[in-house]
């Protein structure tokens, strides 16, 4: 799945229990404090990037998984 199919699953009104690694992530990125964010983001920069986008305009977009 896309990081924006799961994070429409988390968030929007399609919410159903998903255990897949990215939707666990997102769980943790919209938990972490400031400095727990950065860590994160160093390893998964786009996952943290989609949940910043989505906080700041309300849209889920579509990026590319990390590699």
């Known amino acids: 799945m896309s990081l924006k199919v799961d994070l429409e699953f988390l968030?929007?009104?399609?919410r159903e229990?998903?255990?897949n690694?990215?939707?666990?992530?997102f769980e943790l990125i919209l938990k972490a404090d400031?400095?727990?964010l950065?860590?994160?983001r160093k390893g998964f920069?786009?996952?943290v990037k989609t949940v910043e986008i989505?906080?700041?305009?309300?849209?889920?977009?579509?990026?590319?998984?990390?590699r």
């Open 11 to 14: 968030v929007g009104s399609r």
């Open 17 to 19: 229990h998903q255990t």
């Open 21 to 25: 690694f990215s939707t666990r992530l």
């Open 34 to 36: 400031g400095i727990n």
């Open 38 to 40: 950065e860590l994160i």
């Open 45 to 47: 920069p786009n996952a």
């Open 54 to 66: 989505w906080r700041a305009t309300g849209e889920i977009v579509d990026l590319p998984y990390d």
